[in-house]
């Protein structure tokens, strides 16, 4: 199944979409170009965009009938920002899984590697929104990993991965070939693509899973809800 889980489509309630028309509008272009299922990620906990949760509940069961007319299944979720002591608060995993969607901050958090094992502790699996973007992600020495086929990759990425922490990039890092887009691609470090698709003038170019550059990328495909 084809599935979108990171864009902020449901209307009124962060940066994204305004209104249900605008949503549906890119609903309707995502269906065209192969999508069959979307998680809606609302930010949550962002310091940059204020979000209620409940809000965002009550939104997503007002509007979900909508988008399910459109042809394509959706559940809710949210882009979590990793506060320190965030798995004391309410969560919205992606759909009816235990896979949460963390936004990292732009500097690094003294507390990232423990309050992500935190959040795997209550049994939650980490997916990093648009790791591509996070510098310091990239910053350390190199060093060597056989797993990888003898490349070269960052220690603070390996980490990472040796916790289990899943990496998704946006599509048009990949498609405009941003350099640490292609390192994750290149270094196996590649797990997830998501467009994180905020409104019909964002810039943001829509998945095309009908493309011969998805099938040759042949990442993993989620499987959250009732996927």
Known sequence: MNIDFHCHLLPGVD???????ESLQIVGEMK??????????PHLYSPKV?????????????????????????ELG???????KLSSKPLLPLGDSKY????????????????LLELQKKDFYIVLAHVERYVYLFKDDF???????????????????DMGVFFQVNWNSLIRKEKRAQYLLKNGFL???????HSLKDGRDIIDFRSKFIESLKVDEPVFGGA
Do not use: W
């Not at 060093?143 to 991965?161: A, D, E, I, M, Y």
């Open 143 to 161: 060093s060597k990993r056989s797993f990888f086929g003898n490349k070269f990759v960052q220690t603070k990425l390996l980490k990472l991965k």
């Open 191 to 197: 797990d997830f693509i998501s467009s994180d698709k």
């Open 32 to 41: 065209n170009r192969g999508v069959e299922k979307l998680v809606l990620t």
């Open 100 to 115: 949460l969607l963390i936004e990292l901050p732009d500097f690094e958090p003294a507390y990232l590697f423990e309050e």
């Open 15 to 21: 940066d994204g979409c305004k209104t249900l028309e």
């Open 50 to 74: 204020p979000t209620d949760i409940n809000r965002i509940k009550d939104t997503f069961e007002k509007t979900r009938e909508h988008f399910n007319e459109m042809g394509v299944d959706v």
């Open 78 to 84: 949210a882009e979590i920002f990793l506060l320190e």
